[in-house]
């Protein structure tokens, strides 16, 4: 059984719902981290925040949200876009590893990880290795069983779910396949889903 504080870097409510579930078990207390630069135009931040907040409200979860940066993740990414998810991650990991240090929690982890949408290989070397650099412990766990029905739930709750992965680029490449880099559909995109429906 693990013990202590997990901080959560989180992307979203829906996301942390589905950490609350997959990691209640565990004896550790959950606190979830706003930090998202990565997410624009504002009006869409602003949605997801307050989506984020009425689910902590109804499930009493310990948070913080940081100051909106979308200057950071604009400057992480110029000129890099290609390698822009990657730099993303790093930047939010980064953030959260940073905001452990500062509060005395020794381990983190991410709501990432409830997506079927991001890359779960590339959250756990990265994620492993900024904590490590910080002494921190890195937990790794898996939310994709409980994905679908909880996001199921949040709309039938009236929770908004977004319906592309965060920044500009994805929002295009969510409404216009022809922008998708090649070999992939756009993170955030469920070709299921009428637009405006789907979801990180
Ligand atoms: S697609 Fe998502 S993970 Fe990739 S850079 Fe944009 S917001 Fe970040």
Known sequence: ?????????????????????????????????????????????????????????????????LAYEP???????????????????RLRLRRAADFALEEGIEAMSTTLFASP????????????????????????WDGRAYYRETISEARERGIYTQPYCGCLLSERERYDRTSRRSGETSRGQDEE???????E
């Open 117 to 140: 949408y991001q890359d779960h290989g590339l959250l756990e070397l990265l994620g492993t290795s900024i904590a490590r650099s910080r002494g921190l412990e890195f937990v790794i």
């Open 193 to 199: 889903r009428a637009p405006g429906k789907g979801r």
């Open 1 to 65: 059984m693990l013990e202590g504080k997990l901080l959560l870097d989180t992307c979203c409510g829906p996301c942390a719902l589905v950490a609350q579930r997959s990691l209640g078990s565990e004896n550790r207390s959950l606190h979830f981290l706003f930090y998202n630069p990565n997410v624009h135009p504002y009006r869409e931040y602003r949605l997801r925040l307050e989506a984020f907040e009425r689910l902590m409200t109804a499930t009493r979860g310990e948070y913080t949200v």
């Open 71 to 89: 200057e950071e993740w604009i400057r992480a990414v110029a000129f890099r876009e290609e390698s822009r998810c990657e730099i993303c991650y």
